[in-house]
């Protein structure tokens, strides 16, 4: 629900402030490129986008899980996965 209204947030809410969605994502691709911190913000979001199908697999193999196809969706994948059976059984074993 959070990375969604985020999501919402940045294309639609409050135009009179931040303006259409094409001044948005000017602004953003400015940002994230002088701003050191944002530039590496990024590159977290895009590694760990590549890294997540391998890091679910991994534990769906380990605890003997069925796999799951939303392991290749980032960041909403992963958020499906823990809220279905796959990932919720891993905290049964407590």
């Known amino acids: 629900v ?3 209204a985020s999501l919402w947030w940045f294309a639609f809410a409050r135009p009179e402030l931040g303006g259409d969605l094409a001044s948005r994502v000017e602004y953003f691709e400015r940002y994230a490129t002088t701003d050191r911190v ?3 913000f990024c590159v977290d979001l895009c590694l760990y986008s590549i890294w997540q199908p391998f890091l679910i697999s991994a ?3 380990d605890e003997g899980l069925t796999p799951d196809a939303s392991k290749f969706v980032p960041f909403f994948g992963l958020c499906k996965w823990l809220q279905t059976s796959s990932g919720l059984k891993l905290f049964d074993k407590r």
């Open 2 to 4: 959070v990375g969604a």
């Open 38 to 40: 944002a530039f590496a």
């Open 59 to 61: 534990v769906e193999r």
